[in-house]
């Protein structure tokens, strides 16, 4: 097979800068999904949350016991047919569109992995990988639903790419959320940035956007799974951006010591387990320079939640393959940074509920 | 660059996480939610019909514009198809106006809820 060029992989070309599905009945078929998860999902995720809250309170009042376990509470709430509607409705929803998406880019498997294949060898930018690499158990899950999740398949990250873009909604086209976070991201108090990294970066939509702002630093994605810092280099290349790629467990950075000014995880956190967090703060410590700083951006802590909004999150963790999201949101994770010896900063900015916590490297 | 094989360092990226192995509560395989696994997969095959439905819509709503405009229709034209800003907004007015004829009984009982969108649904409620 000779040279792939993306005008004749992509019949169809892009949509922003995803790639538009291969034909006209898969992207209308994802149409109505994402459409159906605004009006069937997210409006009425209040609605289903108060039940559900509601239907927990009732239970506590009449047994003295609140149940807190995932089964427990399952048990008790889908007895309320339009809270196990919601379930049914949402399951149903997410396993549809990652199959769909899968199945039309398998369509050109072949040519997609070829491609991948070239870019692995172009500019700008560079990817580097460990076709042996070995997994750790908690980067194997099924993250999102997601057959094989972000580390299993080929073309997984190609897939969650079209796959984010259904999840939000269409609120996120066009990378608009990450290049918004990555123009608020803070940085250090003495201006000084000439390398910047995003760990978790998987498709390298933030890492993209950090570049944006800063043309001139040497900018670094890393990611765990291969198949993501593949298809973030490829996918970077169709925008002209110079980004180094790293295949790399944020816990075990292969970095010097002192070497970055600005360090980031976007909803990286929530997908990894506690003790994995406390690793990553520390080796986020130690490659930053001193007055270097680290930003975080993911979800709320459970304490500045409401019942009904913990209640939705735990069931997401359940029914949605999040199962690390409850020890994240439990962990006082600002504490977990102060204890890594970041001094935090007084200021979260806040971009569409997630919460950026700023930590700076003590000088 | 890491010293370790590839099997060593996985190990040592596991240390003390022989708990995620259970993910509690986290659902693997197919769940059902209602008592009777019937109604699941009664409201999964409405939901794909649903799908299937608006994919034979959507291809009226392109056919019928191309044939407006262009005066003819082809199966690659239609593949071709790149919907102007105005046209992607009428269908997403015409997806939500089929999307709650179709389902707005399934939650009679507790409204229309609040606004269709990611944004508001789920972080303002946070």
């Known amino acids: 097979m000779g040279h792939i060029e993306t005008k004749s992989l992509l019949t169809r070309g892009f949509n922003g800068n995803t790639p538009e599905l291969l034909n006209r009945a898969d992207e209308a078929y ?34 003295g016991h609140r149940p807190n376990s995932p089964d427990a509470i399952k048990a008790l709430v889908m007895k309320v047919p339009e809270v196990a509607t919601y379930f049914r409705v949402k399951r149903t929803l997410q396993e549809s569109y990652w199959r769909r998406i899968a199945e039309s880019y398998g369509l050109k498997q072949t040519e997609f992995e070829q491609a991948l294949a070239e870019a692995d060898q172009m500019g700008p930018g560079s990817v580097t990988y460990d076709p042996n690499f070995v997994y750790p158990g908690y980067a194997t899950v099924d993250i999102h639903v997601q057959p094989g999740g972000y580390t299993g398949q080929r073309l997984g990250a190609l897939t969650y790419d079209y796959g984010t873009k259904i999840f939000f909604g269409g609120a996120g086209d066009a990378d608009s959320l990450h290049h918004s976070m990555a ?137 949605n393959g999040e199962p690390f999201a409850p020890g994240f949101v439990n962990c006082d994770v600002e504490a977990l940074m102060e204890h890594a010896g970041f001094k935090l900063r007084s200021h979260d900015p806040q971009e569409l509920g997630r919460t950026g916590r700023v930590g700076d490297k003590p000088i | 660059m890491s010293t370790l094989t590839p099997e060593e360092r996985a190990k040592k990226l596991s240390e003390g996480l022989d708990y995620v192995k259970d993910l509690p509560g986290f659902e693997r395989g197919h769940p059902h939610y209602f008592k009777d696994p019937m109604i699941d997969h009664l409201l999964e095959i409405v939901l794909q019909l649903g799908a299937e439905m608006w994919i034979i819509r959507d291809r009226q709503m392109v056919t019928e514009y191309l044939l407006t405009t262009e005066g003819k229709v082809t199966p690659e034209m239609i593949e071709a198809f790149k919907p102007s800003p105005e046209f992607r907004e009428k269908m997403k007015v015409e997806r939500g106006t089929y999307t ?9 009982g507790i409204g229309p809820g609040g606004e269709a969108a990611f944004v508001s649904g789920v972080l303002k409620a946070r």
């Open chain 1, 30 to 63: 994802c149409d109505f999904v994402s459409g159906a998860r605004n009006l069937l999902m997210y409006a009425q995720f209040q609605n289903i949350g108060n039940l559900g809250e509601a239907e927990l309170d009732q239970a506590a009042k009449a047994t």
């Open chain 1, 183 to 319: 123009e608020k991201t803070s940085a250090p108090k003495d201006g000084v940035v000439k390398r910047v990294m995003e760990i978790g970066c998987s498709i390298g939509q933030m890492a993209c956007g950090l570049k944006k702002r800063y043309p001139d630093a040497e900018v670094w994605g890393t990611d765990i799974g291969a198949p993501m810092v593949r298809y973030a280099h490829w996918r970077t290349i169709q925008q002209g951006l110079d980004v180094l790629y790293a295949q790399m467990p944020a816990e075990d950075l292969d970095f010097p010591d002192n070497h970055f000014d600005i360090v980031t995880a976007h909803l990286l956190f929530h997908e990894i387990p506690v003790p994995v967090i406390k690793r990553i703060l520390a080796e986020a410590k130690r490659v930053l320079r001193p007055g270097g700083v680290f930003v975080l951006w993911d979800f709320f802590s459970a304490k500045n939640r409401s019942g009904a909004s913990n209640f939705m999150g735990l069931m997401d963790a359940s029914d």
């Open chain 2, 100 to 108: 709650r004829r179709l389902y707005q009984s399934l939650y009679d």
